[in-house]
């Protein structure tokens, strides 16, 4: 297993607690949003992204299950419409899904599975389906966890739940489609196992906890999984996986290949001034002002510093936190945000520019200067062989006019964790209704967040096609 990888950059010009690194250089989990931001869908069904080699991966073939695989998908709608709508009613915040991985746990003990190992990485499920027949060995992933999101949807099995989270009282709500991800995998279990005896080799079947983030002081999520033995016993040859997204209408997938969802790293700089009264500024110094200073000039680092002709980046402060009364000049200011970016060398460039700007901002107000950098989700990369490969069974799934390559995306993803170990595809399930437009509607992480249900079965068609094709194709990826 690979040691964490973490960067700390602390305090005016002293970098001296980096630390942790190893070949495969596995982060630890702080937080992640997958708020899937696109801003267009190019229709494309015949080829992968610009990043896929130019030697083109064998076709393969449809499944002698397909049709079986199909009827049984449909069958079962109604099924993974109540499991859904009950993790919906109740949600769970990382670490914290008890409930719900017992309801799964439970399922596929009923469904006979050949192995069924629950509390990995707290509360993640992994179950292993052997099929009759030999071949190789697939995996399929769904995460769990809500979010602290009050919400403001108005359906019957809307969330009312509330609970404490970092020490603050805050709504849960699956505003960012877990719920369906889960019973989607469920209902795909149970199509499989329906199969075994024409099933070629075996598939895994991973439901893991705290996707968008553990809380404060734990670890958990895709990570821990992997550290906990998720991807062994056996290994599986490849892994599946799908997020619902508001960017994409009803009965439409979409996919890339290479670099699809951005790294995710988090930051806190912490300006340190001189209290003092609000009316004598001079006899302090003010951190308010110095951070206000600092939000401005970070403005700077993506739009002047960086080449955006190579890959995209974004630079965000989302918290700024300092002062008790409007009479008092506080002693320090608190700034938290994320920087996301597709390319390392950017990644890293980015994070010395943050810190060289804060410090010299801060020193030239006369202020202390502490910025802390963490890397969190490393960059999602679609293998490009196993995309070119598996790019057919999701036009056959979807019909070519409802296949679309998607641009790149700013939202982060932990499935890049398991990625880096096996070759990975993440694809994107469109849940919007006929009639809305996906540019204007409420997008994932929102309270408002809506998916239209009738999107489980192509979601279940694709994840059980790309297992079973896969496997009878017998392993095809080229070294």
């Not at 070119?388 to 932990?414: F, I």
Request: with cysteine; glycine share 8%; proline share 7%.
């Amino acid at each position: 297993m690979a040691q964490s990888e973490e960067a700390f950059h602390t305090g005016n010009g002293d970098r001296s607690c980096l630390r942790g690194s190893a070949a495969l250089m596995l982060p630890p989990i702080v937080a992640a949003s997958c708020q899937n931001l696109f801003q267009r869908a190019l229709p494309d069904c015949s080829s992968t992204s610009p990043e896929s080699d130019t030697m083109a991966e064998p076709a393969i073939a449809a499944s002698s299950l397909a049709a079986r695989i199909d009827e049984a998908a449909q069958a079962i709608e109604a099924r993974v419409i109540a499991w859904r709508r009950d993790f919906h009613a109740n949600p769970e915040l990382g670490n914290r899904e008890f409930r719900t991985s017992g309801i799964v746990a439970e399922h596929l003990r009923r469904l006979g599975l050949d192995e069924v190992r629950t509390g990995v990485a707290h509360t993640g499920i992994v179950g292993l389906l052997k099929g009759a027949l030999p071949g190789p060995v697939v995996a399929l992933r769904a995460d769990m966890d809500a979010l602290p999101v009050a919400e403001e949807v108005d359906v019957p099995f809307a969330s009312k739940a509330r609970t404490t989270w970092n020490a603050e009282n805050v709504g849960v709500m699956h505003a960012c489609g877990h719920d369906s991800h889960t019973a989607i995998l469920m209902g795909v279990a149970e199509v499989l196992a329906g199969l075994r005896a024409q099933l070629r080799g075996s598939v895994k079947f991973i439901f893991q906890p705290a996707e968008e983030l553990p809380p404060e002081g734990e670890e958990g999520g895709a990570k821990l999984m992997i550290e906990e033995g998720a991807l062994e016993n056996p290994v599986p040859q490849a892994i599946f996986g799908l997020h619902v997204t508001s960017r994409l209408p009803l009965g439409v997938i979409g996919y890339r290949s290479g670099p699809t969802m951005a790294s995710a790293d988090s930051f806190k700089i912490t300006v340190q001034g001189r209290q003092t009264h609000g009316a004598m500024p001079w006899f302090g110094v003010d951190p308010i002002v110095t951070a206000a200073q600092v939000v401005l000039g970070m403005q700077t680092v993506v739009s002047r510093q960086v080449d955006l002709t190579r890959e995209p980046a974004v630079v965000t402060i989302g918290m700024i936190k300092g002062g008790v009364r409007e009479n008092i000049i506080p002693d320090s200011v608190e700034m938290r945000g994320t920087i996301r970016s597709f390319d390392e060398t950017m990644r890293d460039d980015i994070h010395e520019r943050v810190t060289t700007l804060a410090e010299a901002i801060s020193r030239g107000s006369r202020a202390g200067c502490t910025v802390c950098i963490r890397k969190n989700y490393p960059v999602t990369v679609n293998d490009p062989k196993l995309t070119e490969a598996m790019v057919p069974t999701l036009s056959r799934v979807t019909g070519a006019d409802r296949l679309m390559l998607v641009p790149k995306v700013m939202g982060s993803e932990d499935f890049s964790f398991f990625q880096r170990v096996v070759p990975g595809l993440f694809i994107f399930l469109g849940v919007v209704p006929p009639g809305d437009d996906p540019t204007k509607v409420a997008p994932n992480h929102s309270p408002r967040f809506y998916i239209d249900e009738r999107c489980f079965v192509l979601g279940m068609r694709a994840l059980a096609h790309l297992s079973c094709d896969f496997l009878e194709s017998g392993a095809p990826l080229s070294a």
